[in-house]
């Protein structure tokens, strides 16, 4: 449930101004980031796993109560206060507007490659779904040596996935003919769809063992017949975002294999515009706001 006033924004990247005197990771100068969390209880057992992200008590980055009892207001503001575990230090050379998309949509598709062991090379993957998350998807698999297929319900995105970001393959669920063909093909999918759809057709795609994960916040039910799983011992499962240590980890990956999100950067006063660009699907494949550089007390 939302809380107001809110301040939006979980993909933050800015310069430090100034530094408490616990503080040993940044000192002022040093450009960070700055994701989806900040704050866990630091005393679970995820949080002492490095798997703060699962914490049951967790807070978010904006329209979320802090430990002090204020209100969490996220990256659009002029600046923000930050425990320095909920931080990363952006790499040298890596430019701000590429680096502020990797700090959810980045980290979303490295972590599970990296916990269900499937940053290894030669592995045959699909990507269902080219959005924010998907498009990065792709590219962060190409990147480990992967196979990738674009799975999607339309041909509109073909040029696009193939061409500008680099997919091998590119599947559309509803031609049945392809689906058949490319059934037990690959040995996961992951899947960023944020709306009910069915299972079935893309657990077909999967070879023995072969691993569904789920990225779309759906409420909805979704539904399947077991004997697609057992007959294949195949795994439906989910992930949320990442840790601090993996999101430090995709950033230096991401830096090291040339890696950019595709973006377009905007100014404050273009939010309205933008958020209706969004409702129409219009925009490849990320907006990122510029905020030091808008008006903000028109």
Not at 20 to 44: E, H, I, M, W, Y
Not at 67 to 94: N, R, W, Y
Not at 107 to 136: A, D, E, K
Not at 289 to 298: I, R
Request: glycine share 10%; net charge negative.
């Amino acid at each position: 449930m939302s809380k107001y006033p809110m301040v939006p924004g979980h993909e933050v990247v800015g310069e430090v101004v100034e530094v408490g005197s616990a503080v040993s990771k940044f000192r002022v100068g040093d450009v960070v980031g700055v994701g989806l969390l900040v704050g866990c209880c630091r005393n679970c057992n995820p949080c002492k796993t490095d798997n703060e992200q699962y914490c049951n008590k967790k807070i978010w980055t904006y329209s979320d109560v802090y430990t002090d009892g204020k209100l969490t207001q996220g990256g659009f503001s002029a600046a923000l206060v930050i425990d320095q575990k909920f931080a990363v230090k952006i790499p040298d050379g890596m430019l701000l507007e590429q680096a502020a998309p990797l700090l959810c949509a980045g980290v979303t598709v490295y972590s599970p490659l990296r916990q269900f062991g499937l940053n290894v090379s030669g592995l045959r993957g699909g990507i269902l779904g080219l959005g924010g998350v998907g498009h990065m998807g792709v590219k962060i698999a190409k990147a480990m040596g992967h196979h990738v297929t674009v799975i999607s319900s339309s041909d509109k995105k073909r040029v696009e996935a193939m061409g500008h970001i680099g997919a091998d393959e590119y599947l559309i669920s509803s031609d049945a003919t392809k689906m058949q063909e490319a059934a037990d093909s690959l040995d996961y999918i992951i899947d960023t769809v944020p709306v009910v759809h069915p299972l079935e057709p893309y657990l077909s795609l999967l070879k023995l063992d072969g691993k569904l994960i789920l990225m779309g916040a759906i409420n909805d039910p979704l539904q399947f017949a077991s004997p697609m799983i057992m007959l294949g011992r195949k795994t439906i499962t989910g992930s949320f975002v990442g840790s601090m240590k993996e999101t430090e980890e995709m950033l230096e990956f991401c830096k090291e294999k040339g890696l950019e999100s595709m973006i377009e950067v905007v100014k404050m006063d273009y939010i309205n515009t933008a958020f209706e660009r969004l409702e129409k699907n219009d925009v490849r494949y990320r907006f990122v706001v510029d905020v030091a550089a808008s008006n903000l007390h028109q």
